[in-house]
């Protein structure tokens, strides 16, 4: 592989910086207008093509198959994070009811693009499955793969809830007054909850065979691979923990939970295989 240019060293440097900064303006800053964040998401978006342009996607147009297929990958594991930066300006859902239902449209928008990333994320896992077996590497691949298209549709269905049953609720729970809450609402909370454990545990089970797949091919760097497999198995441990634990812990098995969270290396991963896209 060719040394990088300066141009893409910094375009590979901005991207893995953006899930960084966008939690900690989610988090530090907390929600702002929308006539705010719209344009500086668009700003940054349109930074974030340039550079995944400038560090590989630009060879999409090759005759060589292999690499328009390593590019098609690449950008499917990316895009979740392109549209997730918006996030920066939303900051975490509503702590209240009425706050939730005063923003319904926009929280609804936000887990409309977390269920489009979802799909996204399947579509790439699968051509990165594909990939995988050219090389010759069978095993982990699939495991990989079936671990994703076992998630995916239970993260869906969890964005679905959290995004439009919780929305159409908190309406009704607001105009009934008090604190009496329909007899079924907590065992559906209590299924949901466990259908989130099961998604997460899931997608970042995944990307670790993934990431043991990509070592054993010999396409990424094995100190690479490993980061990723330890961050993956501390995800894995974490969000297992039960949330009364002691901090950090607690917090800890939170934030690894966060809907947008197990996307990150995976994005990675696609900021990767651009970077080892051949040109002709």
């Known amino acids: ?98 706050g939730w ?41 699939v495991m990989a793969s079936a671990a994703i298209n076992l998630a995916v549709p239970l993260f869906i269905i969890n964005m679905a809830f959290w995004g439009y049953y919780f929305t159409d609720a908190f309406r009704v729970f607001i105009k009934l007054g008090g604190t009496k809450r329909p007899d079924l609402h907590g065992p559906i909370k209590s299924l949901f909850y466990v259908i989130s454990i099961a998604e997460v545990l899931l997608m970042y089970l995944g990307t670790v065979f993934f990431a043991v797949s990509l070592k054993v091919t010999g396409l990424f760097n094995p100190v690479a691979c490993r980061y990723y497999i330890i961050f993956g198995l501390i995800g894995m441990v974490l969000v297992l923990l039960p949330s009364y634990w002691p901090e950090p812990f607690g917090t800890a098995g939170f934030l690894v939970a966060i809907p947008a969270i197990p996307f990150i290396m995976p994005y990675l991963i696609g900021i990767h295989l651009l970077k080892h896209a051949k040109a002709d």
């Open 101 to 141: 239902v005063n923003s319904a449209a926009e929280q609804q928008i936000r887990y409309t693009i977390l269920i489009a990333g979802g799909i996204l994320f399947a579509l790439g896992s699968a051509l990165l499955k594909v990939k995988l077996q050219a090389a010759g590497e069978n095993l982990y691949s």
């Open 1 to 98: 592989m060719k040394s990088l240019t300066f141009k893409q060293k910094l375009s590979l440097v901005y991207l893995c910086l953006v899930p960084l900064v966008v939690m900690a303006i989610a988090f530090g800053v907390g929600h702002i207008s929308y006539k705010t964040y719209l344009p500086v998401w668009i700003v940054n978006a349109c930074f974030m093509i340039t550079a995944v342009w400038n560090l590989g996607a630009r060879n999409f147009s090759s005759d060589n198959r292999e690499t328009k297929h390593q590019v098609v990958t690449a950008l499917m594991l990316f895009m979740p994070w392109l549209f997730f930066s918006i996030f920066a300006g939303m900051g975490p859902p509503p702590a209240t009811l009425q």
